[in-house]
Nanobody, 127 residues
């Protein structure tokens, strides 16, 4: 079983940048597809980005494409989300997830396709 801990959230002005990190322990990190999701109170957890096991392919929701970059370091057991040109609508709690499953790479966009989650980190973008 893998444990995930997110960090790097905070308050930033619109147009600014933040870098989120997720540290994994207790499992074979390179065997998991890793994803970032976000969730507002009372809403479903929504897909932001995911990265394949080797890090060779990345996928993004249209709302963040061109602004966010997901990356992973399998030697350090970390996955990161670089967020640039932040908008007020990016305000949410951000979660990293790990999936053991082998789906088509075009999947991994739904929360129920992930097996483990971190506790989340708050990102607040002021207008």
């Amino acid at each position: 079983q893998v444990q995930l801990v997110e960090s790097g959230g905070g308050l930033v002005q619109a147009g600014g940048s933040l870098r989120l990190s997720c540290a994994a322990s207790g499992g074979t990190f390179s065997s998991y597809v890793m994803g970032w999701f976000r969730q507002a109170p009372g809403k479903e957890r929504e897909f932001v980005a995911h990265i394949t096991r080797s890090g060779g392919n990345t996928y993004y929701d249209d709302s963040v494409k061109g602004r966010f970059t997901i990356s992973r370091d399998n030697a350090k057991n970390t996955v990161s989300l670089q967020m640039n040109s932040l908008k007020s609508e990016d305000t949410d709690v951000y979660y990293c997830g790990a999936s053991r499953m082998y789906y088509s790479s075009l999947w991994y966009t739904r929360a129920n396709e992930y097996d483990y989650w971190g506790q989340g980190t708050q990102v607040t973008v002021s207008a």
